[in-house]
């Protein structure tokens, strides 16, 4: 089936401009990820979904930072007035039900430039 | 403070030999220990995870080692091919399921 999908796969904007990353995970899981990958750095994670419960927001660097997830499924990270620190990847994982021995599925990741 | 180191940093082999990469951690409580691969433009990919207990774990031409005592892992990739050339991650997970400290990678390049 169908794994991981994020978009867009780049974006390039200006700086104090908002983005929104959007994230399919897989059909069926219900736990989803998002981290963030600087040049040179490991994996930072950013936030936590796990069912209907309240998401985990230990990991946003600031409030201008957010994310969204509808039905369950899709999800949205938006970074309101972008910086040029906020240039990154952005990884989505998704896992079937959250637990920490679970792998997680990772998608492609999309890549921000905030000039 | 938890952190997950990896060397080298970079390695650069010839197809057909074998690596070996390096992971060591500070990391407490421990939970277990995954091993990623990253393909350039891609998202990691899982090779292995091992508990406390486990010693060793293989997954094809991959082979991870954990020893918990000196919190080290090694991932030793065996007879090379062009498609290992990639970044290899190190994750050690800490409790719950946000607690996974990444490392920052060992990027591999085989050459013909």
């Known amino acids: 089936g169908a794994g991981v999908s994020q978009s867009p796969s780049n974006k390039v904007t200006e700086k104090g401009k908002d983005v929104e990353l959007r994230c399919d995970p897989i059909s069926g899981h219900t736990a989803l990820y998002w981290y963030r990958q600087s040049l040179g750095q490991g994996l930072e994670f950013l936030i936590y979904f796990q069912g209907n419960s309240a998401p985990d927001k230990s990991g946003l660097p600031s409030d201008r930072f957010s994310a969204e997830r509808t039905g369950g499924s899709v999800s949205t990270l938006t970074i309101q007035r972008t910086q040029q620190e906020d240039s990154a990847v952005y990884l989505c994982?998704?896992?079937?039900?959250?637990?920490?021995?679970?792998?997680?599925?990772f998608g492609p990741g999309t890549r921000l430039l905030v000039l | 403070k938890n952190q997950v180191e990896q060397s080298p940093q970079s390695l650069i082999i010839l197809e057909g030999k074998n690596c070996t990469l390096q992971?060591?951690?500070?990391?407490?409580?421990?939970?277990?220990l995954r091993w990623y691969k990253q393909d350039t433009g891609r998202g990691p990919v899982s090779l292995t995870i091992?508990?406390?207990?486990?010693n060793t774990k293989s997954n094809g031409r991959y082979t991870a080692t954990l020893d918990a005592d000196t919190k080290q892992s090694s991932l030793h990739i065996t007879a090379s091919q062009l498609s290992d050339s990639a970044s290899y991650i190190c994750?050690?997970?800490?409790?719950?399921?946000?607690?996974?400290?990444f490392g920052a990678g060992t990027r591999l390049a085989v050459h013909p």
């Open positions: 994982a998704s896992s079937l039900g959250g637990a920490h021995q679970e792998t997680q599925y």
């Open positions: 091992m508990t406390f207990s486990e």
């Open positions: 994750v050690v997970t800490s409790g719950g399921y946000n607690k996974l400290i």
């Open positions: 992971c060591n951690y500070t990391v407490s409580p421990f939970s277990n």
